[in-house]
């Protein structure tokens, strides 16, 4: 039996009758730039959330870009990132114009390392991207604590996070906004790309909504120059229905993250889940000593796997000319090597939980303290 790692046909039989209800909708209405099922979608994620607005983007980078943007980021400015995240979320600070500056991440819990973050603010510092890696919110009451201290915009990246909490509050709740992917891989995925900011702020959403949207403005005619990135109303559709699928599919991450955990904590390093967060496990990663020969092994025996990411960032040639060095980065330059995600999804069964967990206790070394 082959365990998928993302097992997104599965998920779309359960549901089919409300998506193809939902698609049809939109057909028969010909609503598919921005209209009312972006609207209603848009209406339904900032009240899951629990905010005041929610912004629709054509994806999580463009989210990350435009908020950023938003909130008048630029040229000169620099902005504190997590090393080890995806590529998008330096990305959305780069296309700005501001610079990005990177803090290891903490070998606990693999979020951003909060208390290198001071050591990392200079006089040009304008802002903090927190990333909720793997699906794990990081101390972010810590980070707010630090920005509000030092007068900095935070811009949680929660695109990895839709559920997730930290200390019974929402993740995506603490900063000035937060960004999501809703790409179909991630915990809730649309049927194509999409994204959303949210936020309380009025003048921000004002602000994304234009930018996104040719600098179109409800008095302004076109009030600066922006770009095209608007949800479309058969990602928006479909992302409605699985909105009401989410917390479901969520436990059933949680519930399989246990049975892994249970599984395999004496042969690899298992995710510690922090006492104040509520994990939703987008990513089931742990570490071995011997990562390139387990996913060998796991591969022939039918179990993908993946690596996120296989360089952190500040290793990566995009960003070579940085020159960072190994040790500024030790936690992230270590791990990048010994990290490796199993298959995790809300389909996901105990059968196939327990063969991925049979493979692994086969294969996999411990990592050296
Ligand atoms: C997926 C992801 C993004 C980007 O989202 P896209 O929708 O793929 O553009 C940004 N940050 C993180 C941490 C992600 O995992």
Redesign the pocket.
């Known amino acids: 039996m082959r365990v998928p790692f993302v097992d997104l046909k599965s998920q779309y039989q359960s549901i089919k009758p409300e998506i193809d209800q939902a698609l049809a909708n939109v057909l028969g209405d010909c609503a598919f730039i921005g209209g009312k099922y972006a609207a209603s979608f848009e209406e339904e994620f900032a009240a899951y959330i629990g905010r005041q607005r929610c912004i629709g983007v054509g ?4 989210a ?1 870009f435009a908020a950023m943007a938003g909130l008048g980021l630029g040229p000169g400015d620099e902005v504190i990132t997590a090393a080890n ?2 590529i ?2 330096a990305e959305g600070i780069t296309g700005t114009g501001a610079s990005v500056v990177y803090v290891d991440n903490d070998p606990t819990y693999y979020n951003i390392a909060v208390d290198q973050i001071e050591a990392a603010i200079t006089p040009n510092t304008k802002a903090i991207v927190p ?1 909720h ?1 793997y699906g794990q919110p990081c101390a972010i009451d810590e980070v707010m604590a630090i920005a509000e201290k030092h007068g900095l915009k935070v811009i949680e ?1 929660a ?2 996070a839709h559920g997730a909490m930290w200390k019974g509050k929402n993740a995506g709740t603490f900063g000035n906004c937060a ?1 999501y ?3 179909p891989g ?1 915990n809730l995925g649309a049927y194509g ?1 999409a ?1 959303a900011v949210v936020t309380d702020d009025a003048a921000l959403e004002e602000h994304i909504r234009s930018h996104c949207n040719h600098g179109r403005h409800d008095t302004k005619y076109h009030g600066m120059e922006g770009f095209n990135s608007r949800i479309d109303g058969f990602q928006a559709a479909v992302l409605s229905v699985k909105l009401r699928h989410l917390e479901a599919w969520t436990e059933a991450r949680i519930a399989a993250a246990k049975r892994y955990t249970e599984g395999l904590k004496d042969v690899c390093i298992v995710p510690q889940v922090h006492a104040d967060a509520r994990h939703v496990f987008h990513l089931f990663v742990v570490r071995v000593a011997n990562r390139d020969e387990l996913r060998k092994n796991l591969q022939e025996a039918g179990v993908p796997t993946g690596i996120h990411y296989a360089k952190a960032l500040p290793y990566v040639a995009a960003y070579e000319s940085l020159g960072h060095k190994p040790e500024e980065f030790p936690n992230a330059y270590r791990f990048q090597d010994e990290i490796v995600s199993l298959p995790i999804h809300g389909d996901l069964t105990d059968d196939q939980i327990d063969i991925v967990v049979e493979e692994v206790r086969k294969h996999a070394k411990m990592p050296e303290a």
């Open positions: 994806n999580g980078t463009d990350l995240t995806f998008a979320t990333v890696l990246d695109a990895q960004c992917s809703f790409y991630k790309d994204g």
